[in-house]
């Protein structure tokens, strides 16, 4: 080998060396850095952790944010569910349960859930996971806006139930299907006869109106813009409640801020709705404002024009509806009430 290729392969050999120690000592000086920045990172979270201190009003107060509770609250109710008891060879996971109920929580057009008594508190509550049960019980509404509960539906109830046993070590104790259906048509007939839906149409007497306008206008009586294009709502006091009163409008342009429109629709779903929400008062007074602000004539669905006399018949009529409610246990507004009008 000439001296020259002697030369060039020590230099090649030289270099590789220097870069391998230079490596070595970025590594040794980076590595204890990163260790340091670490430990004062957990230091940090260790002394600055938030404190809730009632006394600590400034702009600098850090915000304590609510820690989410899991919705324990149970559902199935005996005046308005068939109930199926379930019997348990040894305590279960809620986990368990959950992975065995089917993809779909209906029965038909019929709500299916399965409940469980909770090791601990010995109350009835939704499933959660990690929390231990020690019996269950599997329930189907008996009736919504549907219809009421078939034999078909009750029957798919039966199997669904059954498998649900099945895979965690149940015995269900199914009551008569004949008995069941009979209670399902007697409540459906009841919500027949006092399901009650008021509507008021404003309609406008001169030039239509465009969206802009009547979302200014609604706005000014408390209606915000609903989750549907076209609709405007009425919020209920309670977050999460159905809406008070909904306002509707159909566009008929491509272009929807430049529809031309003609008529509004404000809906009171009456059993929805609490009655200490007084409703019907805040919706003859809205309709009654708009259509006097927006040159309108309040009319009901056939057109014909609504004097203040018959909105105090409907206000008495709503009164007497009210109370065969609550008689029922279905009180306007309640949780069993917004189930059997679903």
């Excluded at 469980?116 to 509550?125: D, H, I, K, V, Y």
């Excluded at 409008?249 to 007084?278: G, H, I, M, Y």
Aim: hydrophobic letters at 45%; aromatic letters at 6%.
């Amino acid at each position: 080998m000439s001296s020259l290729r002697l030369g060039l392969a020590a230099l090649g050999i030289l270099v590789l060396v220097s870069i391998v120690v230079y490596s070595l000592w970025l590594t040794r000086r980076s590595g204890p850095s990163r260790q340091e920045a670490l430990i004062r990172a957990e230091d940090s979270q260790i002394k600055e952790e938030p404190v809730l201190d009632d006394s600590a009003t400034g702009p600098d107060t850090l915000p304590i944010l609510p820690i989410p509770v899991p919705d324990r609250r149970a559902v199935l109710d005996a005046l308005i569910d068939v109930l199926v008891p379930i019997a348990l060879e040894a305590p279960v996971l809620g986990e368990a349960v959950l992975s065995a109920l089917p993809p779909t929580r209906r029965v038909g057009s019929k709500p299916f859930s399965i409940e469980g008594l909770a090791l601990e508190s010995q109350r009835w509550e939704s499933l959660l996971p990690g929390e231990r049960y020690s019996a269950l019980q599997a329930g189907v509404q008996l009736a919504n806006r549907a219809g009421a509960l078939n034999d078909i539906e009750f029957s798919e109830f039966v199997i669904q139930t059954q498998r649900v046993c099945d895979a965690v070590g149940g015995t269900p104790d199914f009551p008569d299907m004949r008995s069941e259906v009979a209670r399902a048509r007697e409540l459906d007939q009841f919500a027949g006869d006092h399901d009650a839906q008021i509507g008021f149409v404003l309609r406008a007497r001169r030039a239509a109106w465009n969206v802009g306008y009547v979302q200014q206008m609604a706005a000014r009586q408390g209606f915000v813009t609903g989750q549907i294009a076209g609709r405007m709502v009425l919020p209920a006091r309670e977050p999460g409640l159905p809406p008070v009163l909904t306002l509707g409008f159909d566009a008929v342009s491509e272009e929807f801020s430049e529809a031309a429109l003609r008529e509004l629709t404000l809906t009171l779903d009456v059993p929805l709705v609490d009655q200490q929400e007084t409703a019907f008062a805040r919706m003859c007074e809205s309709a009654q404002a708009m259509a006097r602000d927006m040159d309108g004539i309040l009319t009901d669905d056939n057109g014909v024009a609504l004097p203040a006399s018959a909105m105090e018949v409907i206000a008495r009529e709503l009164d007497q509806l009210y109370d065969v409610l609550e008689q029922r246990e279905f009180a306007a507004g309640s949780s069993l009430a917004r189930r059997l009008f679903s």
